[in-house]
């Protein structure tokens, strides 16, 4: 029997926790979609946020 050995940071399908793209967030989450970005809808709402504060900022 060959046993195989799996990194204790690997989720269950074998694949690597990804970066949460949120602005500020430093987490890492288990995706089973390959087009998720963000660790919960929270992070998700807080990128067009903070797109919108970019574009609107007035000029220093």
Known sequence: MISRRRNPIDG???RPPRPCHAPH???YFLT???RREWRTP???DRAPVARHHRRHQAPA
């Open 42 to 44: 929270r992070c998700g």
């Open 12 to 14: 269950d399908a074998g």
């Open 25 to 27: 967030c430093v987490r």
């Open 32 to 34: 089973e979609h390959p």
